[in-house]
């Protein structure tokens, strides 16, 4: 009888305690966020301030609210998108990239990456992909931008930098070419040449 009974109370407590647990997150969690008291922030999480949609704020008229702050840098593409130009525009494009041997260089780089494997690597248009001779191959006749049959040199610095942008011809795109990069191909055919750069 005494062990049925003292069974019976520590019944009774373990479900008191597993009620009391059970009750305890949401009376806590209930106070914490119905009534917010700091006046610094909202008195209520349900009545804080917010601007609506084409609502007129504070600094409207004053220059201030949606403008970027003082130093920010500019986001965004300087270049303009080649394809949406007129041909005659695209022909006026003046490089921006001084010719410089670092340009150069990096212009030689670029173009013994991207350029060479069809123009070859004097740009005599006799890369490997377009075949021997001057070639003559599988692709055609590829267009010598360098040595003594180039056309480069009666093209202005636009229409090559456009041509590398968006392909002519057989010629694909090669937009994947970063913008600097291109403008330093466009040097480079120009010193390799002998219409500028290094001389």
Not at 71 to 83: F, I, Q
Not at 158 to 180: A, D, Q, V
Request: positive net charge.
């Amino acid at each position: 009888m005494l062990i049925r009974d003292s069974l019976r109370m520590h019944r009774s407590r373990v479900r008191a305690w597993a009620s009391l647990m059970i009750l305890l997150p949401f009376v806590l969690g209930s106070v914490g966020c119905w009534e917010q008291v700091s006046p610094e922030w909202f008195p209520q999480m349900k009545r804080q301030a917010a601007v609506q949609a084409y609502e007129l704020n504070e600094f409207y008229g004053q220059g201030q609210g949606l403008t970027p702050p003082e130093g920010t840098v500019k986001l965004g593409n300087p270049y303009p998108d080649v394809a949406m130009m007129p041909r005659a525009e695209q022909e006026k494009m003046v490089n921006p990239i001084p010719s410089s041997l670092e340009s150069l260089k990096n212009g030689e780089v670029q173009f013994q990456r991207f350029c060479s494997p069809c123009h070859g690597m004097k740009g005599w248009g006799d890369g490997t992909v377009a075949g021997p001779p001057f070639g003559k191959g599988p692709f055609g006749i590829v267009l010598p931008v360098g040595g003594p049959q180039s056309v480069a040199k009666v093209f202005t610095d636009g229409h090559i930098y456009t041509t590398i942008t968006m392909g002519r011809g057989r010629m694909p795109s090669y937009r994947r070419i970063p913008h600097e990069d291109r403008w330093d191909i466009v040097n480079y055919l120009r010193d390799l040449n002998g219409q500028g750069g290094r001389n």
